[in-house]
């Protein structure tokens, strides 16, 4: 069983940064992949980025690619996802989850937050 818990969620202007975290407990990373994901009020959820559980191969959405980091540390038990660049249309309740594979498919990752608050204005 894993728990994952986000944090790092906020309230920024339009072109800041903010920097999320998913702390693991129960087991570490190490033999998952790790995915973000998002969904804003009245959305459907949105997959944001991936990192792989070997080789760290890291999968962007087309709308985060360029502005969003995701990563992970050595010990393996945090997953962070780096924001710049921010914009208006980023706000969203922002989820972590972990799969067996680095994908976009929500389907394919069986443990997930509870999600952090992202609010970004214009």
């Known amino acids: 069983q894993v728990q994952l818990v986000e944090s790092g969620g906020g309230l920024v202007q339009a072109g800041g940064s903010l920097r999320l975290s998913c702390a693991a407990s129960g087991r570490t990373f190490s033999g998952y992949a790790a995915g973000w994901f998002r969904q804003a009020p009245g959305k459907e959820r949105e997959f944001v980025a991936a990192?792989?559980?070997?080789?760290?191969?890291?999968v962007y959405s087309d709308s985060v690619k360029g502005r969003f980091t995701i990563s992970r540390d050595i010990a393996k038990t945090t997953v962070y996802l780096q924001m710049n660049s921010l914009k208006p249309e980023d706000t969203a309740v922002y989820s972590c989850a972990v799969g067996s594979a680095a994908v976009s498919a929500g389907t394919s990752y069986f443990y997930w937050g509870q999600g952090t608050q992202v609010t970004v204005s214009s």
């Open positions: 990192i792989s559980r070997s080789v760290g191969t890291t």
